[in-house]
């Protein structure tokens, strides 16, 4: 009796290749055109490829429906291994958009409360009168000169200082916050290079290393004397520290340790300071090169707003403020990839996904999909609008994320976002420098190279 055979090969094929040179597969390609790179890949190969780096491999992922699978469908199988989440992991510990499992699942728990509707109203005064400190440094001189002016390195000092009084209250001095910024400037940029070294011997030495390890020094001590003065104070003040510092787990009744506190609260300093001034800085220069924009934004926040101070209540009549910085992250989201690792094998679009598999869904080609968005390449912040969103897959625009593991700050930041526009547009016209057209960066994030110049004039 012959025994009948078995079929051994899979039912499904592997995603197309896209291969390169011997050793270093795809990378030179990758390196010389970064995101242009992607999406020609994308018009030749289709939504899915499988993308040779040599030292490793991704499978890249195109479509909203792919992010649908790995982050809600099948959230359960993705999760965030590999080399480049750990070397995220020693900046952030185990914060919030690292931890996995019921680790996390407590710690979103317990976090959330402070980010409800009524903890944002509480904080609208803070962010103000932030951003108002900061439209003193800087901003009128160089509209009365009417020299070019970097708003990238203003919103950056400008989110910061948001940031430092929302998150510690008065309790951090400009000098402290001056210098964990730099600090956490340097560690984000150092985390890719952290990437490439960590499988280098202990004994080699390790550029930027030491610096890298200086710089976490200055953000805990920082952290951690801003944690200990909370705990001595007899009355919980009105900021997220404080929130968090009386946060307590419904189930287990249990807190957090000062070493789950400093991890959260550098999360969140990681989630709201570079990514929200990089992404100010793409929305005013969508505003200087699209004019008609701008006066557009001017009439809306003038009748809405006049010359008074914004109020919580004030946003929802802001909408095409918000709508502005929706299209701004679309078309440069500061997060422009999620990357997950396959637990388990699994299917995509009926190619194999072996288990062990990085998979990246590239927020940034999913926000350009000509299949999801008329004209993807154009600035229409009107795209946003009820009428034209009704129909659009549920996870075509994902800055923040999606799926359960959406960022815990995505009502915060485009709060922030809107307070700012609506601000500084009160005092201000923004108009383009002529020659000066800002140009994408990628490092940990997305972000503008050599800054973003405007003429400002005052109102």
Known sequence: MTTPAVLTQPTTMPPPKVGGYPLVGALPGLVKRRLDFLEANRRQHGEIFTL??????AVILCHPRHAQHVLADNVGNYAKGGALWESIRTLLGNGLPVSEGDYWKRQRRMMQPAFHHQKLVALTEKIVEAIDESLTEGWGPAASSGEPFDVTQAFTRMTMKVLARTMFGSEVGAEETARVAEALTYAI???????????????????????????????DELIFRVIERGRKSAEAGNNLLSLLLNATDDESTQQMTDEQLRDEAVALFLAGYETTAGSL?????????QPEFAQRVHTEVDGVLGSRTPAFEDLFQLGLARNVLQETLRLHPPSY?????????????????????????????????????DNPLAVDPDRFLPKRSEGRHKMAWIPFGAGQRLCIGKEFALMEGQLIIARVLQRYNVEAVPGRVAQMHLSTTLRTKDGVWVKLKAR
């Open 337 to 373: 990839w999620i990357p997950r690792t396959a637990v388990k094998d699994d299917e995509i679009d009926g190619y194999r996904i072996p288990a062990g598999s990085t998979v990246a869904v590239m927020t940034y080609l999913i926000h350009r999909h000509p299949d999801i968005w």
């Open 52 to 57: 040779d780096l040599g030292f490793t491999s």
């Open 189 to 219: 940029d150092y985390i890719p290079k952290r990437m490439v070294t960590k499988a280098l011997p202990g004994w080699m030495p390790v550029p930027g290393l030491a610096r890298y390890q200086e710089a976490l020094k200055s953000i």
């Open 281 to 289: 800085a793409w929305a005013f220069h969508i505003l200087s090169q």
